[in-house]
């Protein structure tokens, strides 16, 4: 199934100049939906995950099927003032200013074995971010996955060191 064709493209959103891949039409369809599932899931292939952290939001999505169909916990990792028990955070710097994330600090115990999931990789920011908050708490990123990566972004440069894997990429 070509999942291409369940993407909008919508032109100046969010702003001029960019081009927004839209994933609504994709979760808006059962079929592609469940392609997308299944096809995450070969990604990661048999390796033993323990933990699925998705990035809010549209991370979430796709995060909490894979770590269903692991049989693994699902882990959000949030904008602030989202989260209601004790978190950590980390600010990163972005092309134009900063943005935070949070995750709770019991998400992710010693030697936890954890699959980082969104639905875009753009410039690596939010999926670098990530990735510190869980080895702060002692987790082991196995492999980034995402539905798309924008390779015009360079955001797999900002993961170097991590396996990343996606279902489409965009030039």
């Known amino acids: 199934m ?3 064709q369940y993407i909008r493209e919508i032109p100046d959103f969010p702003s001029k100049g960019i081009v927004f ?18 096809a995450l899931m070969e990604l990661v292939g048999n390796q033993k995950i323990d933990k699925v952290v998705g990035m809010e939001s549209r991370g979430f ?3 909490s099927l894979l770590a269903l169909k692991l049989k693994a916990g699902f882990v959000p990792v ?16 972005l092309e134009y200013g900063t943005d935070t994330l949070e995750i709770h600090k019991d998400a992710i115990q010693a030697g936890d074995r954890v699959l980082v999931h969104d639905d875009v990789l753009a ?10 908050l869980v ?8 492999q980034c996955n995402f539905l798309m990566v924008l390779e015009l972004l360079n955001g797999e440069e900002k993961l170097n060191g991590y ?6 990429r965009y030039r």
Request: hydrophobic share 40%; charged share 25%; proline share 6%.
């Open 21 to 38: 891949k839209d994933i609504t039409p994709l979760l808006n369809s059962p079929i592609a939906m469940e392609e997308a599932a299944n």
């Open 135 to 142: 080895e702060r708490l002692g987790g082991e990123v196995v």
């Open 123 to 132: 410039t690596g920011g939010t999926a670098k971010a990530t990735c510190e």
């Open 163 to 168: 396996e990343i894997r996606t279902l489409m």
């Open 61 to 63: 999505f796709f995060a």
């Open 78 to 93: 949030r904008k602030p003032a989202k989260l209601p028990a004790d978190k950590i955070s980390i600010t990163y710097g």
């Open 2 to 4: 070509n999942l291409k």
